[in-house]
């Protein structure tokens, strides 16, 4: 896959962030997309702006049946998947002890679930292609975790270790996998689309607590462009080999850097006793 070829990507969760962002950029340079949102009429300007190089789609990631319509709808319409974009997601902010279980359940849903349903539904055409791209959106905090985002670290997690795995799977087959991992971008994902546990305990008011209000004092004042970032992407699309992970971001960048040399500090630190559970003489 070359980048003089024109692609066609299937985005989800467009109706903002990062993904309209990106939506935007592939169509911009001349490439078809499946613009999906869980409300159609979030997307649907981008038919007028771009005549039928892009589809408006519905997609709900957590509706099995909307996800395999919205890929038929793909495929029908534009004959093949090329690149597919898993960026549909949002934060949840409490405590671990905090958390409310319908929550945590639909946040994986969305987070992990939905992108398992994406995966299974493109694949089959991507292998009998030999052929495709798929962009894991995941986080920084896919890397690292702090207080109050405990659940959301855990589905971005989840989707680091799920797309190292696809990644080793589908390579022989012509199809190459990217984890995205931004650090704060300027989007809703710190205000409006954030959700929260009504629940705060005073233990916790000095780690979650102010993590809580820090998260979302920051909204509308992170560093990172949703509009750079979706341009980085398409060159790692582009690219004849691409990397498996792309941190973007200088914050996400330092941060990782920063996790990098604490892993191995604690690592060393330990390694007497790490080599002392092996077998003797092993």
């Not at 793909?74 to 002890?97: P, S, T």
């Not at 958390?99 to 991507?126: C, Q, S, W, Y």
């Not at 008011?205 to 750079?228: I, M």
Request: glycine share 10%; charged share 25%; hydrophobic share 40%.
């Amino acid at each position: 896959m070359t980048s003089e070829t024109t692609k066609t990507w299937l985005i989800t969760g467009c109706s903002s962030g990062l993904g309209r962002a990106l939506a935007e950029h592939a169509l911009e340079r001349g490439d078809r997309v499946a613009v999906t949102a869980r409300n159609r009429e979030a997307v649907e300007e981008f038919a007028t702006r771009y005549g039928d190089r892009a589809l408006p789609l519905e997609l709900d990631v957590t509706d099995p049946g909307s996800v395999t319509a919205a890929v038929r709808a793909c495929e029908e319409g534009f004959g093949r998947v090329d690149v597919l974009v898993n960026n549909a997601g949002y934060g949840y902010l409490a405590a671990v002890e905090e958390g409310e279980d319908a929550e945590i359940r639909a946040l994986f849903d969305t987070n992990v679930h939905g992108v398992v349903a994406m995966l299974k539904a493109v694949l089959p055409g991507m292998r009998a292609r030999r052929s495709g791209r798929i962009v894991n959106v995941s986080s920084f905090g896919g890397l690292a975790a702090f207080a109050a985002t405990g659940y959301y670290h855990a589905t971005k997690f989840a989707l680091e270790g799920l797309s190292e795995s696809l990644a080793a799977e589908v390579a022989p087959l012509g199809i190459a996998v990217t984890i995205v991992e931004p650090g704060g971008l300027r989007t809703r994902w710190a205000g409006s689309s954030m959700r929260r546990s009504p629940v705060r305990m005073d233990d916790y008011e000095q780690t979650a607590g102010k993590r809580r209000d820090s998260t979302l004092a920051v909204s509308g004042r992170q560093p990172g462009d949703p509009v750079r970032a979706a341009a980085a992407i398409a060159t790692v699309v582009d690219a004849d080999a691409p990397p498996l992970r792309l941190l973007l971001g200088s914050d996400a960048l330092a941060g990782a850097r920063n996790r990098l040399d604490r892993l191995r500090t604690e690592i060393d630190a330990n390694e007497p006793l790490t080599r002392s559970a092996d077998l003797e003489g092993a």
